[in-house]
């Protein structure tokens, strides 16, 4: 069977729907699906959705997306994983010759219709009615890259002793810009209350080079960079904790055993807050001197957030890929 994956990245998207993707795709191939990717997104992220064996079309738009779409052979599955998608795209697709349409992208659930939709949260935070036929939920279903899961320990990493390592990674591009008053809150806090503290912070794929020019230029002496990598795994592996906005690196501390600090930002809220209702993450304020300061806090005691970084560690284990591909092709030869 022929699988379509559509997707999209960069800007204020990241690169979240591309990993995603690029997790799954190994895991149709395995099944024996012939699968042919289109990704709207820029020559510079195509390290994030290139998979062996199967074919990438990178295009610079939805418009483009579309018209590459209605090349593809059909019958075929599509699965689509994308921001913005309508009820003309799903349309689009059945005319195109979909068999069937698989939705990854969650917060599309109200608007986009299609047979199946996997939602990879804890819970179902849309609250649009959902137009899927069908509705697979649960952070069981949360797919981590294999390069991620090759590094994968045999038990979760608990907080404790010093100094404490910790990874701020807000995603690929940041789009509050978090990142620069987050580390400086911290750095400034951590050096006022006497805790011992290593800071490592993430310049994303899709930050603006101005931007990352004047963090390179200011960031205080002692402060670690990683600027732009292909992969954050050995980052995270080699760090007690992670700040993210809720996004796939948490979910990759999670498979790492790594305790997790959240930023409930804008459309990232519920997701953050379903996180740390389900024990798995702790959410802390959007406002970076607030958030550095519970921080702080929790590694001065750490008993909570090591508790959620082991029932996470359960949870976000290395089948996700496997699970979410045999739904997809599900009653399929």
Not at 97 to 126: C, F, K, M
Not at 183 to 208: D, F, K, P, Q
């Amino acid at each position: 069977m022929r699988v379509l994956v559509w997707t999209a990245g960069g800007g204020d998207a990241g690169i979240g729907h591309l990993t995603r993707c690029q997790s799954l795709i190994p895991a149709l191939r395995k099944r024996g699906a012939d699968v042919q990717v289109i990704a709207e997104a820029p020559v510079s992220l195509a390290p994030f959705i290139e998979v062996e064996g199967a074919h990438v079309q990178l295009v610079p738009d939805r418009e483009a997306a579309l018209s590459a779409l209605k090349a593809v052979v059909p019958p075929f599955i599509c699965v689509a994983d994308r921001p913005d998608l309508s009820l003309a795209d799903s349309e689009a697709c059945y005319a195109a010759g979909a068999a069937r349409i698989v939705l990854l992208a969650s917060s599309q659930i109200g608007r986009y219709s299609s047979d199946l939709a996997i939602v990879d949260d804890p819970v179902l935070t849309e609250s649009a009615p959902p137009m899927a036929r069908r509705i697979e939920v649960g952070a069981h279903l949360h797919m981590v890259r294999p390069g991620v899961l090759a590094l994968r320990p045999p038990a979760p990493h608990a907080l404790g002793g010093s100094p404490a390592k910790l990874l701020i990674a807000l995603s690929g591009s940041d789009p509050g810009r978090l990142t620069e008053p987050l580390v400086e809150a911290l750095y400034r806090l951590s050096s006022h209350s006497g805790l011992s503290l290593h800071l490592t912070a993430l310049i994303g794929a899709g930050w603006e080079a101005q931007r990352r020019l004047n963090l390179l230029e200011s960031i205080a002496e002692g402060i670690e960079i990683i600027d732009q990598p292909k992969s954050l795994a050995g980052a995270i592996a080699s760090a007690d904790a992670v700040v993210t906005l809720g996004g796939r690196t948490t979910y990759e501390a999670f498979a790492l055993g790594r305790p997790a600090f959240c930023l409930p930002w804008d459309t990232t809220a519920d997701y953050v807050f379903a996180l740390d209702a389900q024990k798995l993450a702790l959410a802390v304020d959007p406002e970076p001197e607030t958030a550095a300061r519970a921080i702080l806090a929790a590694l001065d005691s750490p008993a909570d957030i090591n508790a959620r970084a082991a029932r996470a560690f359960n949870i976000v284990d290395a089948g996700a890929a496997e699970r979410v591909a045999a739904l997809c092709l599900e009653g399929l030869s």
